[in-house]
């Protein structure tokens, strides 16, 4: 039991950190003068990945690598099964251009990219490490300048404009609570998972992909529902989209220029990386079938049943 306490005040300690992160983040963007649009875009994106990347970071230090790859093939599994999956029963979504011309294509190019550099040699390198990263860049240069063209076009995620006013003691008091919490959010979960992975009798990518996947798309998956509940704009899929672009070229590529990750759990090759794979590739017939521009209700249940498929099967 003391180890699921581990886990879970790891994943509260990670989501009140990310909070504070992003909240310190945005105001210090706003004092730089950097645009509302800008800061949705990149820097909020960037923020709300760190709890998975502070996750990543600790468990390849430690010799967890399958909890590091795992905790982002689960997360971008749970983002589309869970999150889109629970939002679209609650309210259809509409899906918008920039889906079928910039977001969709790249996540697909960054999901083959994990796939071949962890196939190629059972190794993220820090040289694939460092391609993931510059990728990453290149499509933010070309999501800006889209959204600049295109200004109803882009998902940007929402920016507090509160935090605007908000004092520089105060947001270096947020960045710090932020970074502690994150920190030791991060030890405990990758020590509480590791020691509940082996008090179960199973590998420690299983609960990567399952409980830590989980517990990080949690705020996700409540920002989407109470959205979705109150008939706002439910966080659309752009947004998860890009979420799941962050985990990959992001975490893993930071993750693998800090320390190469290995491939030590065979499931991660042969069953793990296809259902993320799987789940990002549907999502265009998805949002083309039967009526284009829009994922409905009836879909949003094809994906949540298969999640809970996935998790059925991985356990």
Do not use: C, H
């Amino acid at each position: 039991m003391e180890n699921i306490g581990f886990v879970i005040l790891g994943l509260i300690l990670l989501v009140a950190g990310g909070e504070f992160l992003v909240r310190a983040s945005v105001g210090l963007s706003f004092k730089l003068n950097i645009s509302k649009m800008i800061i949705g875009l990149t820097v909020v994106s960037f923020a709300t990945s760190a709890p998975e990347l502070l996750v990543s970071i600790n468990a390849a230090l430690n010799d967890s690598p399958a909890i590091a790859i795992n905790n982002v093939i689960g997360s971008n599994i749970a983002n589309i099964g869970l999150v889109l999956g629970i939002t679209a029963i609650i309210g259809p979504i509409a899906v918008n251009n920039t889906f079928y011309k910039l977001t969709w294509p790249v996540l697909m190019i960054f999901s083959i990219s994990i796939y071949y550099f962890l196939w190629n040699d059972n190794l993220l390198s820090m040289l694939e490490g460092i391609i993931l990263f510059i990728g990453l860049i290149v499509f933010l240069v070309i999501l800006i300048r889209s959204a600049q063209k295109n200004k109803d076009e882009i998902d940007i995620e929402e920016v507090d404009d509160a935090v605007a006013t908000v004092s520089y003691m105060k947001i270096f008091i947020w960045l710090t609570i932020g970074g502690l919490a994150l920190y030791f959010g991060s030890e405990f979960l990758v020590k509480g998972a590791k020691a509940f992975a082996l008090d179960m009798g199973v590998e420690e990518g299983v609960i990567a992909i399952t409980m830590i996947a989980i517990g990080t798309s949690v705020p996700e998956l409540a920002a989407s529902v109470i959205a979705a509940i109150k008939k706002e704009k439910a966080i659309s899929l752009g947004n998860l989209i890009g979420s799941n672009i962050f985990n990959i070229a992001s975490v893993l590529g930071i993750t693998a220029m800090i320390t190469e990750i290995p491939v030590v759990e065979a499931q991660i090759l042969s069953r793990d990386i296809f259902w993320m794979l799987g789940f990002a590739f549907v999502l265009f017939p998805l949002a083309f079938i039967p009526k284009k521009f829009g994922i409905e209700r009836y879909e949003g249940v094809l994906l949540f049943l298969a999640y809970i498929t996935f998790i059925y099967l991985v356990f």
